[in-house]
């Protein structure tokens, strides 16, 4: 049986146990309500703030050289000063909720009265291989889905008479309700329309919702609403529902995991299951299974997944529910190659093209430097300046982390024409960093200074003061090491750059390598400090072990080093968060513990999920989905230098199982079957005769094109 369903005994208490459903552009969470239904509303774009092209300040660069002096005479405490007063943005910068920043929010609430049908044998289900949710009470079924193909909610609800009150609010909106017909407009400051219609057919309630709004487009959006139901609606509910059916079964069909028997407990409710994640491989499918379901509904439009994919109820959202470049939304897309979803990334590489873009000026304001540069956070503006506080804001290689999707792209494809067009983005970044690194003279190393680690302090070992503005911290330079290496392998593909090569070259040999602290960790900072929150949620100094693939087996000093760094980092209460812990399980898949990694999905599970299976940050978060996906795909395939790794991390939990579909670097699809922990089938397929290795059952066999294998 596959678990392919979320299911509820009672209507949702709260926007935390509500079924969420969308298409990539427009997203609802459905409450299932017995006397009255509540549909909580998204559409991608519905963003407050406007392009703002001031919070770049001039005074950073104008005191640039002093701030660095201050660290290298390791006065950090005046350098801290320093940095808090010019180190940041000018203005509220991503703080700025109501002004230029901005803070995506609600499309608003529709609710329904219902008739009174009873409660009797009430279900509220969630069908992820269908996109469709379904209530049942009393006698009556309800659907709900969001077609993709004509962007159009649909809900359909029987037994319903003409009396049904339709009621839709959202704040500063301009409503109208006529018989059949809700609309409604208003400002964010590009303006928007939701647009709602319903029919009574032989008792049964078929509501038809769009919204749309002003960003990136001249045509009006009631105009474009009105088109779109037209369209829906023409084409009936019959066809809206096939082409959501279609859409996410082919989708969800592309990888799978199974596991023996994992159908047990599929008759126990859903949020009765997350109590109790022990011994419940069930639960791991599923949870697998509702992460890719969740990029597939919140991935598709203009803008990538943000902070809550594509659900949020607010109009402040925490964080702005925006796009954070320090971690977040590259999680979001950690799985998405590995389970052939690749073109869902595609909203993520139109966001890097504009940071890119907008970086410039940020490099050249803020910096003095030429190429591009991007901070913490982003929006649909592109902003790219630092942000207010240097503890999180001075990450400046976060836009270099960004392009780590664009060399997975290729190492996943081989797509010559996608590098090509991407190439001048990826020089970019290189050049900004040429030029900003600088030598400490304590130790000859290029470094980012002023810089921070996200989002990170330490003890200052002069005073003792808590600090976070320091020389070279190791994200840092594992980032840029990571990104120079890849320039250099593009530029030989793309056959350009000579000059710039020998640069890139020159820059890469005098980088800082990975050094190991008194603690036999791995150093978060260029000297060893003392952390101020040796638990923290972040742990960005391991970034060469994952994402990247610096930290490995054949490095053993520091694949120990790196299990000591997190063996510390949850001794002192780490993982606490839901995204953290995810990033965890990640780490833990490439040290090859299967153990260690499934321990970390039970408490992903246990303390991190909420009753509907939204990662709790708290509050919602949806990294942490995304994140917690990944590393189950982590531990059953990875694929590093043209070795494909079959079960590197497999917990004694999981003894027997499959996977299928999945995808490896070199343009290969990969898929197994284990028993007893030891792999008897697997099939490797390649296009063309490229020479691959893959290991399994602790075997490295040398083949091409093609490998079959079979107990």
């Known amino acids: ?73 390791g006065k950090y405490t005046e350098a801290q000063q320093l940095c808090n007063k010019y180190l940041v943005c000018r203005g509220g910068g991503h703080h700025d909720w109501d002004g230029a920043y901005g803070s995506y929010q609600t499309a608003g609430d529709l609710y329904i009265t219902l008739p009174d049908s009873g409660s009797d044998n009430y279900c509220r289900a969630l069908i992820l291989d269908e996109g469709r949710a379904e209530v049942t009470a009393g006698n009556g079924k309800r659907e709900y889905f969001v077609s993709p193909g004509y962007n159009t909610v649909v809900i359909r609800i029987p037994g319903v008479t003409d009396g049904v009150n339709l009621r839709y609010e959202r704040q500063q909106s301009s409503v109208i309700h006529d018989d059949s017909e809700i609309s409604a407009v208003g400002y964010l400051p590009t ?121 949020c109820k607010d109009y402040k959202a925490p964080w702005s529910a ?61 902003y790219t300046s630092l942000g207010c506080n240097p503890l999180y804001g001075a990450f400046a290689a976060a836009g270099a982390w960004c392009l780590r999707h664009v060399k997975e792209r290729w190492l996943y494809g081989g797509d010559r024409e996608f590098l090509h067009e991407f190439y001048p983005i990826i020089r970019g970044a290189s050049e900004f960093f040429c030029a900003y690194l600088v030598r400490d003279p304590r130790n000859g190393y290029l470094v980012t200074a002023p810089a921070s680690s996200p989002e990170n302090s330490f003890i200052s070992p002069g005073d003792g003061s808590c600090g976070n503005v320091c020389a070279g911290p190791t994200m840092d330079t594992s980032i840029i090491r990571e990104l120079l290496q890849f320039n250099l392998d593009a530029a030989e593909i793309v056959g350009e750059d000579p000059g710039f090569v020998q640069k890139l070259k020159d820059t890469l040999d005098h980088l800082m390598p990975l050094r190991i602290g008194k603690y036999g960790q791995i150093m978060e900072w260029s000297e060893d400090f003392e952390e101020a929150e040796p638990g923290h949620r972040h742990i960005s100094h391991l970034y060469g072990l994952y994402p990247a693939s610096e930290i490995r087996q054949s490095t053993p000093e520091y694949f120990e080093a790196a299990r000591k760094t997190i063996e510390r980092r949850l001794a002192h209460g780490g993982g606490h968060t839901g995204w953290s812990r995810a990033w965890i399980i990640n780490f833990f898949a490439r040290l090859a513990d299967g153990n260690a990694a499934y321990e970390n999905i039970i408490a992903l599970l246990k303390k991190s999920t909420l ?41 004694d939990a999981w003894p027997d199982g499959s996977f299928t579909g999945f995808r490896a670097r070199g343009g290969f699809t990969v898929s197994a079957e284990w028993k007893n922990g030891r792999v008897i089938r697997c099939e490797v397929t390649g296009d063309g005769d490229k020479e691959f290795s893959v290991r399994l059952n602790g075997i490295v066999i040398r083949a091409s094109g093609c490998y079959t294998y079979e107990e």
């Not at 407050?48 to 005074?59: L, M």
């Not at 897309?333 to 940020?362: N, Q, S």
């Open 322 to 382: 925006d796009f954070h470049i320090n971690i977040n939304i590259q999680m979001n897309y950690w799985f998405a190659e590995v389970c052939g979803l690749e073109e869902l990334i595609e909203p993520f590489f139109d966001l890097i093209r504009m940071i890119a873009k907008h970086g410039e000026k940020t490099a050249r304001t803020a910096y003095n430097c030429p190429g591009w540069a991007a901070h913490v956070v982003t929006n649909p503006w592109g």
């Open 191 to 311: 303006k928007y329309a939701v647009l709602i219609r319903h029919e009574i057919r032989d008792g049964v309630l078929t509501v038809y919702i769009t919204a749309a709004t002003g960003y990136k487009t001249d045509a009006d959006p009631i105009e474009v609403c009105r088109k779109t139901l037209a369209r829906a609606m023409a084409a009936g509910y019959d066809e809206l529902l096939r082409d959501t059916r279609d859409y996410f079964g082919s989708m969800l069909a592309r990888a799978a995991i199974s596991f023996p028997g994992s159908g047990e407990k599929a008759d126990v409710p859903t949020d009765v299951r997350i109590q109790n994640p022990e011994n419940d491989l069930g639960l791991v499918e599923l949870y697998f299974n509702f992460g890719r379901y969740l990029l597939i509904a919140s991935s598709r439009g203009k803008l990538p997944a943000n902070l809550q994919g594509i659900w």
């Open 611 to 651: 009753p509907n299976m939204f990662d709790n940050h708290p509050p919602f978060q949806i990294d942490g989905n995304f994140g917690g996906t990944a590393g189950i795909t982590e531990m059953l395939l990875q694929s590093h230098d043209n070795l494909i790794d079959i079960l590197p991390a497999l917990p």
């Open 1 to 73: 049986m596959k678990e392919n369903r979320l299911w509820y005994t009672s209507p949702a208490a709260d926007w935390n146990e509500a079924l969420p459903l969308g298409n990539g552009i427009l997203g609802m969470m459905v409450f299932g309500g017995i006397s009255e239904e509540r549909i909580q509303l998204n559409e991608e774009t519905f963003w407050t703030g406007w392009e703002y092209p001031e919070y770049d300040s001039p005074k950073t660069y104008e005191h640039l050289d002093e701030m660095r002096q201050l660290i290298f005479a």
